[in-house]
């Protein structure tokens, strides 16, 4: 079974930077794939951005303007997620999700991690 830790959140000013990282473990590493989503108080569970399986190196992220990027390094098993001049509505709880599958689900049958706070505020 995939197991997912994610790491780096915290609070930081409006225009700033933040770098969240998933530590992903487990069997068959390379055909899992793996998403950042992320779920603010009162919303609806959000995808920010999906790894495929066969992606290797920055991968694509889910019309967020060009601020976000996500990086998956499949030799130190770890996903990155980098957040470029936060925005307010950026605050959430961001986490990891794994699917056995070609994208990233998202629902109850995906592996997740516990969640990393991200918060934008002046």
């Known amino acids: 079974q995939l197991q997912l830790v994610e790491s780096g959140g915290g609070s930081v000013q409006p225009g700033g930077s933040l770098r969240l990282s998933c530590l992903f473990s487990g069997p068959t590493l390379d055909r899992w794939s793996l998403g950042w989503f992320r779920q603010a108080p009162g919303k609806e569970r959000e995808r920010v951005a999906c790894a495929s399986s066969y992606v290797r190196g920055r991968a694509d992220t889910d019309s967020m303007n060009g601020r976000f990027t996500v990086f998956r390094d499949n030799a130190k098993n770890i996903l990155y997620l980098e957040i470029e001049n936060a925005e307010p509505e950026d605050t959430a709880v961001y986490r990891c999700?794994?699917?056995?599958?070609?994208?990233?689900?998202?629902?109850?049958?995906?592996?997740w991690g516990p969640g990393t706070q991200v918060t934008v505020s002046t």
């Open positions: 999700s794994g699917d056995f599958a070609y994208t990233c689900l998202g629902n109850d049958e995906s592996a």
